[in-house]
Every structure is written in C-alpha cells, then in structure tokens.
C-alpha cells in the first residue's frame, strides 16, 4: 500500500488535536478534585519552581500576569497556594501542603490519561516523537 506523505497542515492539525483531546480528558480527571487544568499546571509548576514570581508562572502556564493575578488570588483563598515576599517588592508563591496534596492526585490522574492516549505507541516510539516534538520546538517561528 503506498502511503502518501502528509502535508505540514495535516500534522499541525494532528498536534492541535492531541492537545485538544488531552485538555478534554485532563479537565475530566481533575474536575471532581475542584481544579481547573490552569489550577492543577500551576500547582505542578510550584512544586518544581518553588518562590516563583507571578509574571514567571504566567508564562510557565500561558497566562497573561492579569489573568494568572486573578488565578493566583482564587488559588490563595482556596489555600492551594500561598504569597511570600520576595527580594525587595517582589511577591513569590509557594504550594502549600493542601496544594501539594491536590497537585500529587492530579498528576497520579493526568498520567492515566496519558497512558491510555499513547498505548498505541511501544517506549521506543514515544521515546522518538519526544525527540522529534524536541526538534520542532528548537527551531523559531518567527
């Protein structure tokens, strides 16, 4: 069977789609843990960037600074994260131990979704699209 190679618009849809079903299925997985997607990705940035700046976890989970500020300060009255200050003016956050606790579910939940999502791929397959996912995010697009 010849196959036909597929157009750079095939496989950017194709990446666009996992990303879509992986969203669905996460916002599934955390919804009965009361965190949003955004919520839980913050508490995982925290635990691995502890005193991290409101404008770095703005980044960190594609967030403008205004719309992670109002997350950040749902988050704090939630007691899932809390604010400490910082060098000079600056504010940083930190995961409390509730946070800790609802982030280590959720992650135990999210790898779930991913394994069913690349059953379908043995290690040394998932292995090569990580590196080729590493590849394209290495070359600029602007």
């Known amino acids: 069977m010849l196959h036909m190679a597929r157009s750079l618009s095939e496989v950017g849809l194709l990446v666009k789609r996992v990303q879509h079903r992986h969203h669905r299925a996460f916002t599934a997985a955390l919804a009965d843990l009361g965190v949003s997607l955004v919520q839980w990705d913050t508490l995982r940035h925290l635990h691995r960037h502890p005193d991290a700046s409101l404008h770095d976890l703005a980044q ?3 967030q403008t600074d205004q719309a992670f500020g109002t997350l950040a300060t749902r988050m704090v009255a ?17 995961i409390t131990e509730k946070g800790q606790t609802v982030r280590a579910e959720g992650q135990k939940r999210a790898n779930a979704v991913l394994k069913r999502s690349f059953a379908g791929l043995n290690p040394e397959q998932v292995d090569q699209l990580g590196e080729l996912l590493e590849l ?7």
Do not use: K, Y
């Open 60 to 62: 960190l989970t594609f």
């Open 78 to 94: 939630r007691g899932l994260i809390e604010r400490v200050p910082g060098p000079g003016r600056a504010v940083r956050h930190r």
């Open 136 to 142: 394209v995010l290495s070359q600029p697009v602007d």
